[in-house]
């Protein structure tokens, strides 16, 4: 397939991604490109102007490439970049966040991935951070230009988050200092600016405090519409549109609530005796549930409850011949280190693309010094069938196992612009296939909790949709959440406020699921008596992580041939 398109093409992402990250050094940063760590881009108008000047370039050099003369691989890229340039463009132009999310101006998350990295000595990191905090004033002198009729809530947001941020310049800034080896000359100039910093930080606080709402009230939060299927277009990259998607998580909630009745009918005699059985169904699921959550580990065995299942995963994978496991990789399981503290559950940290050696760590937070009442609710949550569904979700064969195959692909593209759809409905789809080939012995304990498990990603995409485009109120979210979903209130509240704040994200873990089994039975079909799990697993996580629609084109062409 490979002509002589591709090298050209080769040679151009090189120099696509350099150009990259000169124009966002922040995001540099982020992915363990560590050359502009020093640079603290101020957000005004003329950056955007940058912005926009570098998506169109790249846009035009794009479009002297062929698509059909490109490799499998290199036309994924292509699609990828284009996208990414052109949603660069609509959010600048038509989205339009810098001026109404004040919490997307927020300096300290990228001070504290410098002070915390382990790439270069602490010194030489301190001195990325003294030249860096001189742009700080500036950029949130930008940051109050630049907003124009905010949200309440995103204001609410910024100033929770920009206050909480200023421990990284006072408190660990100052604690690292006591451990360099710089000079007191040099100490002392890196204080007075991490001072003006914080000076600033706190003076964009107080100013959002004193914002009021214009004449209309304050900017509804809702994005409407046309303006969400826009972002589901750019951010999701499903061959669905928004609508769609909507409707088949409808009709997914639906048949989830057949299947949960089913099985709690079967199970009640069991868990409740001859307590008399609720006329409504809902509530009958609901009292199994709440019985199964019972059986659970305790705050202390938390994290040796989570260690005990990776090699069960391991060996349950391999008995089953899922998918290969690269035993040169082993996920380190540890205690969340205590600058991600506060998150309790349990997490991926990822090694990015510059940085493909490192560990991964799957960072299990702690439940020691939690009030009995609160460890007893997120026990019950992850009870003993849930925590096992989340390990398969983020660790074996979920996120962990998907990191291992996208790094071995080739591509620095795929790792640079993930698509987040692919990586999240790969680990879920992950949590169904292990059940379906028998993990869990079929207990009718492990698919109902598997299915109110999933019930969540399902619900995540409906309140989404209604929030932003059906007005959904906050009651009618709760009960759809409370009731219909069997979440906690503490759960549903904080799913509410999340989404709020955030649009269309919530959608990605059903539809990237949805797409990737689909994907699957096509597959399956084409295949006839061909077809194999494992080789199907192992050839969809090959392709490194790219929209799904573009790998099912690419397998589906394969599988005509
Ligand atoms: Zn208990
Ligand atoms: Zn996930």
Redesign the pocket.
């Known amino acids: 397939m490979s002509s002589s398109a591709d090298p050209k093409f080769d040679a151009y992402k090189e120099r696509f991604v350099e150009a990259l990250w000169k124009t966002y050094p922040g995001w540099a940063s982020s992915v363990g490109y560590h050359n502009y760590d020093s640079v603290l881009v101020v957000p005004d108008e003329a950056a955007r102007q940058r912005e926009l000047a570098f998506s169109k370039a790249h846009l035009d050099s794009l479009a002297q490439f062929d698509p059909a003369e490109l490799s499998d691989n290199n036309r994924i890229d292509l699609q990828m970049m284009k996208a990414q340039l052109e949603s660069a463009v609509w959010a600048i132009n038509e989205w339009r966040s810098h001026e109404w999310d004040p919490s997307q101006f927020n300096v300290s998350g990228a001070f504290a991935e410098i002070l915390n990295g382990s790439y270069d000595s602490l010194d030489n990191r301190l001195r990325n951070i003294y030249r860096k905090l001189a742009n700080v004033p500036a950029y949130y002198e930008a940051a109050r230009k630049s907003i124009v009729n905010p949200t309440q809530e995103h204001t609410e947001l910024a100033i929770e988050q920009t206050l909480g941020g200023v421990s990284v310049l006072e408190q660990d800034l100052a604690d690292a200092l006591l451990k360099s080896a710089l000079g007191e000359d040099e100490k002392r100039q890196m204080k007075e600016r991490a001072t003006l910093a914080v000076t600033a930080m706190r003076g964009y606080a107080d100013w959002l405090k004193a914002l009021r709402p214009g004449a209309d009230g304050w900017r509804s939060f809702r994005v409407g519409k046309e303006r969400y299927s826009r972002k589901f277009e750019y951010d999701i990259q499903s061959r669905y549109t928004a609508e769609e998607v909507y409707g088949k998580a409808l009709a997914r909630k639906k048949e989830l609530h057949g299947k949960m009745y089913l099985l709690a009918d079967s199970l009640w005699a069991k868990y409740l005796g001859a307590t008399p059985r609720p006329s409504d169904s809902l509530q009958l699921i609901r009292s199994v549930i709440d019985k199964i959550s019972?059986t659970?580990t305790t705050p202390d065995s938390f994290q040796a409850a989570i260690e005990r299942q990776i090699p069960v995963l391991v060996q349950f994978i391999k008995d089953k011949n899922l998918i290969y496991l690269d035993p040169s990789r082993p996920l380190v399981v540890r205690k969340e280190p205590a600058y991600m503290a506060g998150v309790a559950g349990a997490s991926i940290n990822a090694p990015g693309p510059y940085d493909k050696g490192a560990n991964t760590y799957y960072n299990v937070g702690s439940l020691s010094g939690w009030p009995n009442d609160k460890a007893?609710s997120f026990?019950?949550e992850y009870n003993h069938y849930t925590l096992q569904i989340l390990n398969i979700h983020e660790a074996i064969p979920g996120h962990y196992t998907q990191l291992v195959y996208s790094n071995q692909s080739p591509s620095i593209i795929k790792a640079i612009l993930g698509n987040g759809t692919m990586i999240e409905g790969w680990a879920v789809y992950t949590e169904l296939m292990m059940l379906e080939n028998g993990y869990g012995n079929n207990e009718p304990e492990m698919w109902l909790m598997y299915y109110k498990w999933n019930l969540r990603s399902t619900c995540n995409t409906i309140l989404d949709h209604d929030v932003h485009v059906n007005n959904l109120s906050k009651e009618a979210a709760m009960h759809l959440l409370v009731n219909e979903a069997f979440q906690q209130e503490a759960e549903a509240a904080g799913k509410w406020r999340r989404a709020t704040l955030t649009q269309v994200q919530l959608c990605s873990y059903f539809t990237g699921f949805m797409e990737i089994y689909d994907l699957r039975e096509e597959w399956k079909a084409r295949q006839g008596g061909k077809f194999d799990l494992k080789a199907f697993h192992e050839k969809f996580l090959g392709y490194g992580s790219a929209p799904v629609k573009y790998i099912r084109e690419m397998m589906l062409k394969e599988a005509g041939e």
């Open positions: 019972l659970h007893e026990l019950r």
